[in-house]
């Protein structure tokens, strides 16, 4: 099992930058894919970007490519979601989750695919 902590959110303007921390409890961090997520309101939550077991592999969705970067540290049980040029369209709550999965390579993108979330942390880009 693990737990994990979301940080790093607030208010920034258009065109700024918000950097993401999970931090994840247990040993065994290294054992699960993470995907950051987000949830506007009256929207559902949707898949923003993911890292495999191996930070080699990740995935983003297109509205986020070139903007955002996930990146991941095993010795410090921790992923990040760097966003940058941030736009309105982005304001939501953010959260992250962990997949466990043998493979270090595969990368799931549907939500019921991830064990464990986080609370979540508060974007919010203003015009």
């Known amino acids: 099992q693990v737990q994990l902590v979301e940080s790093g959110g607030g208010l920034v303007q258009v065109g700024g930058s918000l950097r993401l921390s999970c931090a994840a409890s247990?040993?065994?961090?290294?054992?699960?894919?993470m995907g950051w997520f987000r949830q506007a309101p009256g929207k559902e939550r949707e898949l923003v970007a993911a890292?495999?077991?191996?930070?080699?592999?990740?995935y983003y969705r297109d509205f986020v490519k070139g903007r955002f970067t996930i990146s991941r540290d095993n010795g410090e049980n921790t992923v990040y979601l760097q966003m940058n040029s941030l736009k309105p369209e982005d304001t939501a709550m953010y959260y992250c989750a962990a997949d466990l999965i043998t493979s270090l390579s595969t990368i799931r993108t549907q939500t019921r695919a991830y064990d464990y979330w986080g609370q979540g942390t508060q974007a919010t880009v203003s015009s």
């Open positions: 247990g040993r065994t961090f290294s054992s699960y894919a």
């Open positions: 890292v495999a077991r191996s930070a080699d592999y990740t």
